[in-house]
């Protein structure tokens, strides 16, 4: 049950995370900051790694792990030349401020769901889990609505960084992790072309992958291919279960009760991509 649970809990706070990278707010600070506007990727990668300071090509490509090794170099380290992790971090905060003020409007109460999602981030166990850990340390901001997004990041972060030890254990490498996902039907394929891989490395990938039975001469996942994304989704969500464990059921449902208007604010806005490439609503692990 804690493994549906952290299932359904992301889903409530993956969007509301996720606004970040696709705020209006957030591209006019981050081209406040020096960066490209014409590109999401700049502040992407600022935006998530700046915790972690002014973190190299090698440790990002670490923790950013479906990303082609050469699209980061293309933004790592030059991003930390336009501005520091802390300039970063602080227009981080401006940008969500920005953002859920326009989203919710004088509806800010969100003391008791920040109040929530705080004690559930900070339950939350992060060796081994850096991008968690990194965003852990961070001080947890005085307003509510600001300490409820930070915890939020925490908590998906601590899921992400889980996944890609099921990744791992799966014996997926970056691009193989990619193709079988996209394989299963969680996205269409050219839904991973930010992710920077060259049509010659996908289908280099596809061939690994068939090597071992998993994809048929299509691309598209065979039993065993299925059985092992589900594998993957099902460690990841055992992983990610602690946090909510700590919560409690009652506590997280409350929490996704309080949740629900600004996730509906969210799908409301527009903001976020109509497809995305994180399978929300499309991948199911079966019982």
């Given at each position: 049950m804690s493994g549906q649970l952290a299932r359904q809990m992301w889903h409530q706070i993956e969007p509301v995370h996720a606004t970040l990278?696709?705020?209006?707010?957030?591209?006019?600070?981050?081209?406040?900051?020096?960066?490209?506007?014409?590109?999401?990727?700049?502040?992407?990668?600022?935006?998530?790694?700046?915790?972690?300071?002014?973190a190299g090509p090698k440790l990002v490509t670490a923790t950013c792990y479906s990303f082609s090794p050469t699209m980061i170099a293309e933004y790592v380290p030059a991003i930390w030349a336009a501005a520091g992790p802390v300039q970063v971090l602080d227009a981080r905060l401006r940008?969500?401020?920005?953002?859920?003020?326009?989203l919710l409007g004088d509806h800010l109460d969100l003391k008791e769901a920040a109040g929530l999602a705080v004690r559930a981030a900070e339950s939350a166990q992060v060796a081994h889990r850096p991008l968690a850990a990194a965003n852990l340390e961070l001080p947890w901001p005085q307003e509510p609505h600001l300490a409820l997004w930070q915890a939020y990041t925490v908590l998906r972060e601590h899921r992400g960084d889980g996944h890609l030890t099921a990744l791992q254990a799966a014996g997926l490498d970056a691009c193989e992790a990619l193709v079988s996902f996209a394989s299963v039907g969680a996205a269409p394929v050219g839904n991973f072309a930010g992710r920077g891989w060259s049509a010659e490395e996908w289908a280099?990938?596809?061939?690994?992958?068939?090597?071992?039975?998993?994809?048929?001469?299509?691309?598209?996942?065979?039993?065993?291919?299925?059985?092992?994304?589900?594998q993957?989704?099902?460690?990841?969500d055992d992983l990610a279960a602690g946090p909510w464990r700590a919560l409690g059921e009652a506590g997280a449902e409350r929490l996704a009760h309080l949740n629900r208007p600004l996730l509906g604010a969210v799908f409301e806005s527009g903001m976020l991509p109509?497809?995305?490439?994180?399978?929300?609503?499309?991948?199911?692990?079966?019982?």
């Open positions: 990278y696709f705020s209006p707010a957030a591209f006019e600070e981050s081209a406040k900051l020096g960066h490209d506007a014409g590109s999401r990727w700049p502040s992407y990668f600022a935006w998530r790694m700046a915790p972690l300071g002014a940008a969500m401020d920005r953002t859920l003020r326009a280099a990938a596809r061939d690994r992958l068939a090597s071992r039975g998993l994809v048929d001469a299509d691309g598209l996942a065979t039993s065993a291919g299925r059985a092992l994304r589900d993957v989704e099902r460690l990841t109509a497809e995305s490439t994180l399978g929300i609503g499309r991948i199911q692990v079966s019982a």
